[in-house]
């Protein structure tokens, strides 16, 4: 003779003990809800935000090395001998090179500008194969090319035009650089790991030298290399580049930084989810406050259950799967929320959607388990109450 | 065989104050019987009923129920009792709010393992047998007192039990009323279901074939009829 609650029976159970008192299951889940959407928004942006940042890192490439040449010790700057590019560019996995030099002039709108101000825009020397070697693309026209080498002509980093106010090149602009006029043939994209780059005028070395009487020696050289061998490629450069002080020169890695980036933004995305963890904690505090309320509230159904027949086992199980849903319900209302948010967000910034599936079944999974933890003490409690006192009246 | 056999039954809360609510209590009910406990107020007649529906042990003496000794039973196996042999109705009705008469006669099949459907049936079964066919959607708000109880005896047979306990089932009543809760018991034992129940009201009392009276937790006697 036995006590037998089929497991159907018992999640209808707690379906309808969550229906019946409907305006207190939403704000009891609203704790649930709003820490998953807070995690599953944070996860799902971030990941956007990181594949659209792994894209760049993977376009830039992380092979790209800036050689430049530091100070002394007594603060003189040497500068590079007039063969430097060349003789990084003879480094065995070296595949490509480029090299600039700074050309001592400024660069105006007008010769009604006067010379001081340049709006911070410098003047460089560059080869045909500097945007190739940099992995930029150009805006508007072309860049630099052997014809154009003794020509007055210029290209515009994406700042420089700015600043200099030129948006199109037809009409052809002019812009004065030193005491001629330069006509501008091309506005290169942004440079995002290149800011110095963003802000200049290229011209020919040759054009530079008869005007400016600009020197061969590089002020920076730019370095494609076997991504396999990089560190070894910095251990020999600067006796390559400079045999006489090699200590002076400095090599940066610009994708460094965007590397330095994608590490903040994951350790600010952990952050953040483990503020949503804590919503997700307070939400269970929730439900088991109310799920404790509610066994005080349901004496008489817990004690007319157990008079029907019902086990200590099944009325923990009614409760336990009744704060089970709860969550469930909560977790699934959140997902969609932070899924929307997440929509949204990327729309809004032009981020490539990326979807977090492991964070979405992550966050149910632990919606899931909050709302287990949290009704297993109220259950247990349901489940202890004596039915004969559950039943008295008087 | 007796379908419930009690022997120096004694049951006492522990307090403080400690309270005798029944002491060396000897009953018997045979299967088909018709019972009326009546006693004072706190003379222990719910505690009595609790015992005899296995919905409480006694603190001591011995309760056999279809020939098996409680004191030998897991809380499991209790209630494996209650759900196939026993329905107890109360005083205050105690049905589930915002759910229709037919759901909370079904409910009383729930703990059997019978799937939603049969469930249903039978608990429409029920309510034509209480006289309440044409209420089985309405809400216990949308019924009377009298209708309420009827549901609740409904839930309390459906599962066809052996014995069926009633506290004071006509309580919270009027006497016309009352006087209609007590027909649908008695069919029900005419039908060959025993039937205890405890009531205040000594023309109630009168309507079952045995009385027994309930004194400070002792039974002071018996009429047999
Ligand atoms: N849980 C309890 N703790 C202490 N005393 C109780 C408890 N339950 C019932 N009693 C006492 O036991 C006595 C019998 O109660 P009860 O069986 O409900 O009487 P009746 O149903 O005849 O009114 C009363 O004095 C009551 O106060
Ligand atoms: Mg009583």
Known sequence: ?394 | MSLIELSKVSKSYPGPPRVDALIDVDLRAEGGDSVAVIGPSGSGKSTLLHILGALDRPSTGSVRIADRDISKLSDKQLSGLRANLIGFVFQDFFLLAGTTALENVAQGLLYRGVAARERRERAGHALETVGLAERMDHLPSQLSGGERQRVAIARAIVGNPSVVFADEPTGNLDTKTGSGIVDVLLNLNAAGTTVVVITHDREVAARFDREISIRDGRIAGERSS
């Open chain 1, 1 to 394: 003779m036995k006590s037998r609650l089929l497991w159907r029976d018992t999640i209808g159970l707690g379906y309808r003990g969550i229906l019946t008192r409907r305006g207190r299951s939403v704000l009891t889940a609203a704790g649930i809800a709003i820490g998953i959407a807070a995690i599953v928004a944070v996860l799902g942006i971030s990941a956007s935000g990181r594949a659209d940042l792994l894209a760049v890192l993977d376009d830039l490439g992380t092979n790209l090395l800036r050689v430049t040449q530091g100070q002394g010790i007594l603060g003189q700057s040497s500068g590079f001998p007039d063969g430097a590019a060349e003789m990084a560019g003879r480094i065995g996995p070296v595949s490509r090179y480029s090299a600039t030099t700074l050309v001592d002039t400024s660069v105006r709108r007008s010769e009604l500008i006067p010379e001081l101000q340049t709006s911070g825009i410098g003047v460089f020397t560059a080869k045909d194969n500097l945007l190739d070697v940099l992995g930029g693309t150009m805006q508007e026209g072309r860049f630099l090319d052997a014809a154009a080498d003794r020509l007055p002509v210029t290209v515009l980093g994406s700042v420089a035009a700015q600043r200099l106010g030129i948006r199109a090149l037809d009409p052809q602009p002019r812009v004065y650089l030193g005491d001629t006029w330069f006509t501008v043939i091309g506005i290169v994209d942004a440079l995002p790991l290149h800011p110095d780059l963003e802000r200049a005028a290229f011209i020919g070395s040759t054009i530079a030298a008869d005007l400016f009487d600009t020197t061969a020696a590089p002020s920076a050289i730019y370095l494609r290399v076997n991504p396999e061998v990089v560190e070894d490629v910095v251990d020999v450069l600067p006796a390559s580049v400079n045999p006489e002080s090699p200590d002076q020169v400095e090599i940066t890695r610009p994708s460094d930084a965007l590397a330095a980036r994608k590490a903040a933004e994951e350790a600010l995305t952990g952050l953040l989810v483990a503020l949503g963890a804590v919503a997700l904690l307070v939400g269970g505090v929730a439900i088991a406050n109310i799920m404790v309320m509610s066994v005080l509230e349901r004496r008489m159904e817990i004690g007319v259950r157990r008079a029907l027949g019902a086990t200590r086992g099944h009325i923990r199980a009614q409760f336990l799967i009744e704060s089970t849903l709860l969550a469930a319900a909560g977790g699934v209302v959140g997902v969609l929320l932070g899924a929307g948010i997440t929509v949204a967000f990327a729309i809004n910034r032009d981020l490539t959607l990326a979807v977090p599936v492991a964070g979405l079944f992550g966050s149910i999974g632990a919606a899931l388990a909050v709302g287990a933890l949290a009704g297993l003490y109220p259950a247990i409690r349901a489940a202890r109450i004596e039915p004969a006192e559950a039943v008295r009246t008087g």
